[in-house]
Structures are given as C-alpha cells and as structure tokens.
C-alpha cells in the first residue's frame, strides 16, 4: 500500500447544485475557474506499511501484536488485537501520511463504527485516529495515519446511536460519503397549501436498508406566499385539524415511516397555534406508530434571555420524537450564543431528542443582513482579480504592471483568506456596499461545531444539505471520525495553506505577500495569463485572467540639430 503525502486529508467533493428549505440553487456571480483539489494532498512520499499479526518466531513488521490487555472506553468494543509500534520500527518523514492495516479478530461485511484508536499513556485514554475502511475480504481495515502512535487497535462503537440526518432537494442523490453514517433521510418534498392539502410528490430516489426516510412538509419566507398560508392554517381549531387529517393520510397513503414539519419564519403571535397544531399532529401520527420530526429556527441570545420567537420548544420538545434545529448563520456570535442557547434548550427538551444541524454552505454577512453561499460563490469572489491602472491603459512588453486580489488586498486593509480563532472557521474580509465578511464551512470549521454535541450530549447531527453538490464543500470527513469513534476532529488549517499563490504564463512575478503581485511583462508581445489560486485550507480554487501585452512603441529619434 502507498501512504501520501500532505498535512491532512484529501476530501472528494460532489457533483450536484440544489437549494435546502426551499431556496433555490446557486447562481454564479462571474465565470469562476475553480479546481476542486485536495490542497494538503501534494504527494511527498510513498511510504509502504503492512501489519499483521506476529507468530511465535517474532516480528519484523512495523506493528506487531501486544502482550498488553487494555480495557475499551465506555461503549466501545476491541474487534482487533493491540498492536504496539517496534522501537526500531520507521518513523514517518515531516509532511507524509501512511496506510496502515490491521487484521481484524473476526472477519465482518459490517463496516459500520469501525476506527482506529491509539493508547495515550500520559493520559491512560484511549483517543481516535483515524476512520477505519474495511476492505473487500472482511478481515481487514485500513487507515491513513499522520504519525505512527505506539499503541493501535480497531474499536468499534457499541454504545447509543446518535441522529445523523441529512436533508435532500425532491429526489436528489445522498452524497456518496453519507452512506453507512446517516439515520435518517429528509427530502423537501411537500408544501402545505391554504386548504390544508399538500402540494408535492414523494421522492423515488433510494437509500439503504436501515436509513428512515421522513419526508418534510416546508414553508419558510423565500417563498412569499408560504408564512401566510401557514399562518391561515393555524388560525382556528378546525383548519388545523383538517391539515393534520391531510398529513395524517399522506402518510398512510405512501406508506411512510414519519414527517418532518419544517414551517419556518413563523411571527411570534402564532406561538400558541403552532404548538397546538405540533400536538394534534404528534398525537395522529404516534396512534398509526409514525414518527414525528421537527425542523425549528435556533432560538436567539437576547441580552438577558433566550427568544424563542413562534416556538415554545419546551412544548414541542414533549411531542415530537426528534427536534432539529436549522444552522445558526452568524459566524461572528456562533461560539458565544451557541453554549448559552443549548444550556437553555437542554434544561427544557431531553438533550436525546434535540439534533444540531452542521452546513456545507459558507456564511454571507452585510449590512443587510446574513445569507449564505455555495463555497465555490465565496471562492469566485476571493479569486476576483484587478489590473493596476485604468481600463484603457495600454500593456506593453518590458513594463512593470501591478495585479490586484481585489478582495483579498491587505494594503486596503482587508484580512486575505485566513483561520479566524472567534469564530473557528476560514474566513476573509472584502469590500463591498460598506463591507462584508465571509465565513467559509469546511472540514476544520464543522468538527469545532460537533464538539457541541458530544458537550451538550445532544441526539445527534443534521446535515443541511446532505446531496452530491460539487458546488458545496464536503463536510463528510468531519462527520465519518465523529459518528464512528464519538470524538470531534478538532485541528486548524495550516496557515501556509492559506496564502494566495500566483502564477504567470510567462515574465516575471514578485510576490508581495500582501495579495498584490508585480508583474514584469514579457518582451514579446501576446496574450498571456495570470492565474490566481487560493485555498479554504481543504480545497484550492483558481481565477485567472488573459492580458493582452502589446509591443512598447519605438522611442522616436531626436530631431537634427541645425547647425551653423
């Protein structure tokens, strides 16, 4: 097997562009060149490693079988033997990565909760590693290891499942890294309308045995007419009741597990209706034994409270099975509001029912409020790039020319591309109508936000969109370490990883390190381009632009001197 170089993980991105909750796709802001490669995945060395188990007549293997019997953590289970480092055996080289296998006590077709866990003496813990891939025989497993630790074995959780849901656009394929990990399934399938009937159709796309599919009835403001026909709904005892007959036999008729309401952006004055309408509607499903999910806004941190807003979540936490709270959009106040609001939540829903929901979007925020973006957005409008000078300026061969990242610039006083310790997430500062900030979800950002599931001991995870979308960063490689081995990745993006790198098609560039580079044209005239690349510490994304270079005019001759 053949180890990688790079200081952290390639992650595959998808291939499909849809909205969540309603919204719609994404829209490109100018012709973007973006390619989707794993920046820390530059191979640096092939590095071979094989392990097995040792007979009797010793070892020369890099990892050879124990003698120690070490008890697994709470809800884990050994489905391996330990397996202790020789210490004569090969340490990896500075920025190289290896594979390593193990054999497994028992051969296995579940792949499921399957990680690689090392020893920590100082600690006397046993602390995850990496995902562990079982390979096509059964009796195997292997891992991508950044060092060697001197204790290894396979474990594999036991312990309470948690909730990992992820939502779909009408019949959009599960992202491919999503399968073996996701409980449940929720796609946007049907529209309240104002005689209470449901608009939609129920999605054909397949899943795997085990994956509950509970499709959701939505309505939120993106769509004006919505929060009026469900405000018109609630509004007595008798559309309410005929609306929840209507979901009741919607779920009957197509043979379906549960529902997920997701009624969003509801004023407060409809607190008591909703809530009346969630309990009827609890109650109906729960006599046909259907579930019963929810997919409410996040509470907000006033100064001295938290708002609940239209959601009495103490009230709707006793009737449904499991409450999802939408992404928190604020970057800015996320690690501040975020501890608060679920100390509160927890004291007034069981912490089992209640799922965070993580989102492969990045984070928008202006003076006219947050919105979010697809990462390939946020990365087109960070590539953007300027040409110093006016517009009509003529480029000629052997000049001086100076190239702008127009919203990475530092001399403007702007951040560039960089890890922000507040908000724990890459992010970049630009101007635009007074300013805006740029929050960018990703592999490092998503495991800071999971620690607080495992703090609160909350149900579980949701994923926003959980569908193959190329335009969306893949967050599944926070999410696989975290569901099988219960512990959040929690790392920073290297910041050399972060710094904008140029390239010229020919002549010469001096860098200066402030997202502005000089360019020394090439004494032949032509067209040439300059190509900008920029990382969220996972992925690179490039913008170039083509410079017309056109010959210097002659340098007339001096006129005669007359001469007497």
């Known amino acids: 097997m053949t180890g990688r170089g790079g200081a952290g993980p390639q992650l595959p991105w998808s291939r499909r562009q849809s909205g969540i909750y309603g919204g719609k796709g994404p829209r490109s802001y100018q012709r973007p060149l973006f390619y989707v490669l794993g920046a820390l995945a530059a191979v640096a060395l092939a590095y071979l490693l094989f392990t097995k188990a040792c007979g009797g007549g010793g070892c020369s293997e890099e990892y050879c079988e124990s003698s120690r019997k070490i008890t697994p953590p709470d809800g884990f289970e050994l489905v391996s033997k330990i397996y202790e480092h020789r210490e004569d055996g090969a340490t990896l080289p500075a920025g190289s990565d290896a594979q390593v296998y193990l054999p497994l006590t028992k051969a296995t077709t579940d792949n ?186 996040p509470p907000q941190r006033a100064q001295d409270r938290i708002d609940e807003g239209a959601y009495d979540w103490a009230e709707l936490g006793k009737a449904a099975d499991v409450v999802q709270m939408t992404p928190y959009r604020d970057q800015g106040t996320y690690r501040k509001s975020m501890p608060d609001i679920l100390t509160y939540l927890t004291g007034i829903v069981e912490p089992s029912k209640l799922v965070l929901t993580v989102t492969p979007y990045a984070t928008v925020q202006a003076a006219e409020g947050i919105q979010r973006v697809p990462i390939s957005t946020a990365m087109t409008i960070a590539t953007k790039m300027s040409i110093g000078g006016s517009a009509s300026q003529k480029i000629e061969t052997n000049s001086i020319l100076e190239i702008r990242g127009t919203n990475i610039d530092k001399t403007e006083n702007l951040t560039g591309v960089q890890w922000d310790p507040n908000s724990a997430t890459v992010a970049f500062t630009y101007k635009d109508n007074g300013g805006r900030t740029i929050w960018l979800e990703n592999y490092f950002s998503v495991g800071f936000k999971l620690e607080f599931v495992s703090r609160f001991k909350l149900g579980g995870l949701a994923v926003e969109d ?99």
């Open 112 to 297: 499921r909760n399957l990680t690689f866990f090392r020893y920590v003496e100082e600690s006397k813990a046993w602390e995850p590693v990496t995902a562990a891939v079982l390979e096509p025989q059964g009796n195997k497993v292997s891992g991508v290891f950044h060092d060697m630790p001197a204790l290894i074995a396979i474990l594999r959780r036991t312990g309470s499942q948690w909730t990992v849901a992820a939502y779909l656009e009408h019949n959009a394929p599960l992202h491919r890294e999503a399968t073996g990990k996701v409980t449940i399934v929720h796609p946007l399938d049907f529209r309240p309308q104002s005689d209470g009937t449901l608009q939609g159709e129920l999605s054909t796309t397949k899943f795997d045995p085990g994956v509950a599919v509970y499709p959701v009835v939505y309505a939120n403001a993106t769509d004006r007419a919505a929060v009026p026909i469900v405000t018109g709904i609630l509004s007595s005892p008798a559309s309410r009741s005929a609306h929840v007959q209507q979901i009741v036999a919607k779920a009957a008729e197509k043979k379906l597990e549960g529902i997920d309401i997701a009624y969003l952006d509801l004023p407060a004055t409809e607190r008591t209706n909703f809530t009346l309408f969630i309990a009827e509607l609890a109650q109906a499903l729960h006599a046909q034994s259907k579930k019963l999910t929810l997919t409410l806004p």
């Open 466 to 564: 959980g569908s193959d979308n190329i335009y969306l960063g893949n967050i599944w490689p926070a999410i696989t370490p975290f569901v099988t081995g219960g512990q959040p990745v929690l790392l920073q993006p290297n910041p050399a990883d972060l710094q904008p790198v140029w390239n010229a098609q020919k002549g010469q560039l001096e860098d200066t390190r402030k997202g502005v580079v000089k360019w020394t044209t090439p004494a032949e005239p032509g067209t040439y381009t300059i190509t900008l690349t920029l990382s969220d510490g996972v992925s690179r994304f490039e913008n170039e632009v083509a410079i017309v270079v056109q010959a210097r005019a002659a340098t007339p001759s001096p006129s005669p001197t007359a001469t007497r």
